[in-house]
C-alpha cells in the first residue's frame, strides 16, 4: 500500500517543531554570544586601563577623561535617545545611585596601581558572599539551599589561596593596598546594585 503523498498542511505540522527547536538554538546562540562578547570587552577594558594607569599613574583623570568621552558621544550620537523623565525621577536617581557609581569606578581605577587584573576579578566573585544574607534578610525570592553555600564557601576558600599567594609575588604594602581598594570597590558595587533594586521595586513605571 502506497504511503500517501503529503499535502501542504502535513508539510507545515511538520515544520512546526522545526521551527521550534531552530528558534530554540538561536536564543541560546545569542545569549551565549551576549556573554562571550561581555567577557571580552570587560577582560580588554580592564587590561587596557591596567596599562593606561601604569603610563601615566593618574587614575581619577583617566577616569574623567572616559567619562566625559562617553557624554560627548551619547549628546552627539544618542541624543534622540536620552529621557530625564519628571523632576521626581531625576532627583530618586541622582540622590545615591551617582555617587556610588563614582566611588566604584574611582576606587577600581586607583587599585590598577597596585593589584593585578586576575586578583581584582578573584575579589570581585566574593560579591555573592555580600549580597546573598542581605537579600535574605529582606525576604528576597532567591535559592539558598546547601549547595549554594558549598559554593561560595569554595569561591571564597579559592579567593584566600589566590590572595596568599599573591603574597609571595608582590610586595606587600602594595598588595594589602590593592586588596584594600578592591573590597572597597565591592563594597560600593554591591551597596549600589542594592540601592537600585530597591528603588526599582518600590515604582512600577521606570521612565
Known amino acids: 500500500m502506497l504511503a500517501a503523498k503529503p499535502t501542504e498542511a502535513t508539510s507545515l505540522m511538520g515544520d512546526k517543531p522545526e521551527a521550534a527547536l531552530a528558534e530554540h538554538v538561536l536564543k541560546k546562540g545569542v545569549a551565549v554570544a551576549s ?8 577582560a580588554s577594558m580592564m587590561l587596557v586601563n591596567k596599562r593606561v594607569v601604569q603610563i601615566f599613574e593618574a587614575p581619577v583623570t583617566i577616569l574623567e577623561m572616559q567619562l566625559l568621552f562617553t557624554v560627548a558621544v551619547l549628546c552627539t550620537f544618542f541624543f534622540w535617545d536620552l529621557k530625564f523623565g519628571s523632576k521626581r525621577d531625576v532627583w530618586r536617581w541622582t540622590r545615591a545611585v551617582p555617587l556610588l557609581y563614582a566611588g566604584m569606578l574611582s576606587s577600581s581605577m586607583i587599585a590598577q596601581l597596585y593589584a593585578s587584573v586576575s586578583l581584582q576579578v578573584a575579589i570581585r566573585n566574593l560579591g555573592p558572599q555580600v549580597t546573598l544574607p542581605i537579600e535574605r534578610v529582606f525576604n528576597e525570592p532567591i535559592v539558598a539551599d546547601a549547595w549554594t553555600w558549598s559554593s561560595m564557601i569554595a569561591i571564597l576558600g579559592g579567593v584566600m589561596v589566590y ?13 594589602a593596598a590593592g586588596i584594600v581598594l578592591m573590597l572597597v570597590n565591592l563594597l560600593f558595587g554591591v551597596t549600589e546594585r542594592l540601592v537600585i533594586d530597591a528603588k526599582t521595586r518600590r515604582i512600577t513605571v521606570v521612565d
Not at 556573554?35 to 570587560?42: E, G, H, K, R, T
Not at 590572595?163 to 598588595?175: G, P, T, W
Request: hydrophobic content about 50%.
Open 163 to 175: 590572595a596568599s599567594e599573591a603574597f609571595h609575588k608582590q610586595n606587600i604594602s602594595e598588595l
Open 35 to 42: 556573554c562571550l562578547a561581555f567577557m571580552v570587552c570587560s
